[in-house]
């Protein structure tokens, strides 16, 4: 019953986004506004779709990242009456118990709206109220079944899905919407990325106001600013458009390869520069995380293109096995540099890291690399901050924004200084282990006389928990499964096609 309701909802979506797509080939003006009419009543997942498309208009064009604009945080709001009703059920308190004012919402999102407001204290504080939409868990659930089903019919039948790991990408968006869905969990993110930002000058996350955040509201400092979407504005208030550019791509990488944390929805709707010509950010419902490893891999990437030294980065692609070894390293760095070598001596106008990406996408794919789950938000984030700032700056360097940072990291966690500190620490864990050998001596020895005389004895209830679980990783699927996906695969396939 799950798949065909999933199956239905994907047809479903197919038939709604054909008309868009065919207005978007005819170039109709009006195809960005049937588009974002589409998403709307597709449902919270698809807007958001229609939020990345929006920061790039030079992809998909001015007019139709102009139609999808609104989807931002201008969307319908819900009534007052229901977010007062949301407060009071959140809190078990009237909002007039709660907050001295509260006013009609000022803007909307796929999933929640924002409203100001000033708190019952003394003296009153300005806040910003954030309120779930009704039934979007329900909504977001309905869509990621759908997309989950549709990930695990693709590998079944495709090699490439299965290199792209599309369930375990649709995990990950499923993982991240589950934190976005409890406004708690956002707050939690604030408060974590203010205290490892507090000592940057040019960068400002809000006060979180616990007593008044629950699991459907959220109560932050207010954020008084222009939004970095009204570049008039901007210079109207003595800023540099440019400079902003810079500061809000040098903010995001300092957060993914410093901390390993960043605020993964910086769309224009999200971001202000305050009075202090500092960047605010809000909405801290989808944030991403790297480990070291992958922090490592991103430095060394962004650096080694910098550098041109393409011998780097395919070594580093070994090093973490991205890539099958069967194929010669000088090979895949000749591949790279097909990739990199067209990019300088270019305008900054004509370079894209979002086209750099399909390039190193297709590259990949020629060498079997699988897709990285935990990459694959930090290359979405990406491609919206570079749209960002290419609407402040029509001209915008990505490469020598990004040289600064990358190069600092690369130094202070890949050069000599960071070396001799992991030779500290390998130390230190050798020496730790000579402590303990003469214990693990032991233990290998009673480990030894216990085979010796007669083998290591399981439990019953042991045994029989091993065996069920050997029966069911080795059950075959079955054939009426299998027939049931190929025709279901072949009918999406098919509506797919409509929207290419």
Known sequence: MVAVSSFLRLLYAAWLLAGPARAFRAKKPDAGARLARALERLGPAFIKLGQMLATRPDIVGAALAGGLEHLQDRLPPFSEFEARAEITRAFGKPVEALFSSFGAALAAASIAQVHPAQTSDTPPVRVAVKILRPKVREQFARDLQALAFFARAAESFSAEARRLRMTAVVATLAESVALELDLRMEAAAAGELYERTRGEEQFRVPHIDWNRTASSVLTSEWIDGVSVRDTAAIVAAGRDPKQVAVLVMRSFLTQALRDGFFHADMHPGNLFIDAQGRLAAVDFGIMGRLDAGMRRFMAGTLAGFLQRDYRKVAELHYEFAFV?????????????????????????????????????????????????????????????????????????????????????????????????????????????????????????????????????????????????????????????????????????????????
């Open 324 to 500: 099958p070894s069967h194929y010669p390293l000088e090979t895949f760095a000749q591949a790279l540099r097909a990739i990199g070598e067209p990019i300088f001596g270019r305008s900054a106008r004509d370079v894209s890291i979002a086209r750099l990406l399909g390039q190193l996408f297709e590259t990949t794919r020629r060498f079997d690399m699988q897709a990285q789950p935990q990459l694959v938000l930090l290359q979405k984030t990406m491609v919206v901050v570079e749209g960002v700032c290419r609407g402040l700056d029509p001209d915008f360097d990505i490469w020598q924004a990004a040289r600064p940072v990358a190069e600092r990291w690369v130094s202070e966690n890949m050069g000599p200084e960071a070396a001799l500190t992991r030779a500290g620490e390998t130390f230190g864990a050798l020496g730790k282990l000579a402590q303990d050998l003469p214990q693990l001596v032991k233990n290998a020895e009673e480990f030894s006389q216990m085979v010796a005389e007669g083998g290591v004895r399981l439990h019953p209830d042991t045994a029989i928990q091993i065996a069920a679980e050997q029966e069911r990783r080795s059950r075959p699927t079955r054939v009426a499964l299998i027939a049931v996906l190929v025709v279901i695969a072949a009918a999406l396939l098919f509506a797919l096609q409509r929207l290419l």
